[in-house]
């Protein structure tokens, strides 16, 4: 995607990662755990190509890209929103969503990345198998949001600040538990609540539809780091586990400053100081930052990183009352939620063709 398509200037569009790790060869190829095993039979399965099944003939309205409410904008009943016009906020509505998707764009080649890092890494044969599967999920997810970007938006933004230092700490960790950690667990659970927010929401089909298909693979990658990592944690000294939670706690600090959005404020002819100081102020905002944690809260209980830290910095930030939540049934609803769209989808094209059929007798 060119960076002229870039609502900011970018000085540098890419920024090289220093990632040590030692490649990991595994003989045991008889060998392989039944869960992980049965994940790689649906990574083979369910590959999906983005040219048809999604429909890109769809236009979309850039001054209201998702259809969304405009109960659902951050500065909504702010002074700033209320002295817009329709076409100010249009704009507003346009540059959030870019900004949003961009960002979705960037997370998705970290993961690319990632995916790749942990097939020569990680020391398991079934650990190996899922991931390459996982790696032709994710260039799949970079391809259609830059699509969706330069087809559908035609803007984009660079890569928030927030989400490249988590990049950077991820992809040069040496230990492959902690790309997993970093990726299967953090920056994709938080990633599939975004997600989710818009599928449920929106009212545009493409984005919509886009983002429940990419939702149906991201349930199976953060299933696939649980089960590594449920397997691997009981293993640590309380030392190694004491500093996975502190690098959980620092990520998460980062991930909710993450959508702020502040490039978008300063960038827009609006008071960028008055637009963030409402949202971090706002109920619904708060609101919304805290479901975008209740894919990760649960799963960190799940693999054993939920200690007295983990529960303290929860609380600071209001995050709480989700590590009840049973994480399996929300993946199986990302995958029948999928599954019914693209049943739907298949039953549209049938008719269609049944239609044109007897139009020719």
Same mark, same amino acid.
């Given at each position: ?11 540098q569009t890419s ?117 390459a599967t996982q ?22 933004y660079p890569i ?48 919509? =539809? &886009?983002?429940? %298909?990419?939702? /149906?693979?991201? @349930?199976?990658?953060? +299933?696939?780091?649980?089960? =590594? &990592?449920?397997? %691997?944690?009981? /293993?640590?000294? @309380?030392?190694?586990? +004491? ?119």
């Amino acid at each position: 995607m060119s960076t002229r398509m870039y609502a900011l200037p970018v000085e540098q569009t890419s920024w090289v990662v220093p990632g040590g790790g030692t490649t990991v060869f595994d003989w045991e190829y008889d060998e392989g755990r039944d869960r992980l095993l049965s994940l790689y039979e649906k990574g083979k399965q369910r590959q999906w190509d983005a040219n048809e099944r999604l429909d890109w003939s769809i236009e979309v309205d850039v001054n209201d890209p998702m259809g969304v409410p405009e109960q659902t904008i951050a500065i909504y009943g702010s002074r700033v929103w209320s002295s817009l016009g329709p076409r100010e906020r249009g704009m507003v509505r346009h540059h959030l969503t870019a900004w949003q998707f961009s960002q979705f764009l960037h997370g998705e080649q970290g993961a690319l990345i990632c995916s790749s890092k942990i097939v020569h890494t990680v020391p398991d044969l079934d650990s190996k198998f899922y991931a390459a599967t996982q790696v032709m999920d994710e260039a799949r997810h970079v391809e259609v949001y830059s699509r969706y970007l330069r087809e559908k938006l035609h803007l984009a933004y660079p890569i928030n600040p927030g989400l490249k230092a988590l990049l950077d700490d991820v992809i040069s960790d040496s230990r492959w538990d902690m790309t997993y950690l970093g990726m299967q667990v953090l920056i994709e659970g938080l990633a599939l609540a975004a997600f989710g927010l818009i599928r449920d929401s929106a009212t545009e089909p493409l984005a919509r =539809a &886009l983002n429940t %298909y990419v939702m /149906q693979d991201e @349930a199976r990658h953060v +299933a696939f780091g649980r089960l =590594a &990592l449920r397997d %691997y944690y009981p /293993q640590l000294t @309380a030392a190694e586990r +004491a500093e996975r939670e502190e690098f959980c706690t620092e990520a998460c600090h980062l991930m909710r400053q993450r959508f702020i959005g502040e490039e978008v404020w300063r960038n827009l002819d609006v008071d960028a100081d008055e637009c963030m100081e409402f949202m971090k102020n706002s109920e619904h905002f708060r609101m919304f930052q805290s479901h975008l944690f209740s894919r990760i809260v649960p799963t960190l209980k799940d693999i054993g990183l939920f200690g007295d830290r983990m529960r303290d910095t929860f609380a600071q930030i209001g995050i709480i009352g989700y590590e009840g939540h049973d994480i399996e049934a929300l993946m199986e609803q990302d995958e029948k939620i999928a599954g019914d769209l693209d049943r739907a989808r298949i039953l549209q094209v049938e008719q269609a063709i049944g239609l044109g059929a007897e139009e020719q007798v």
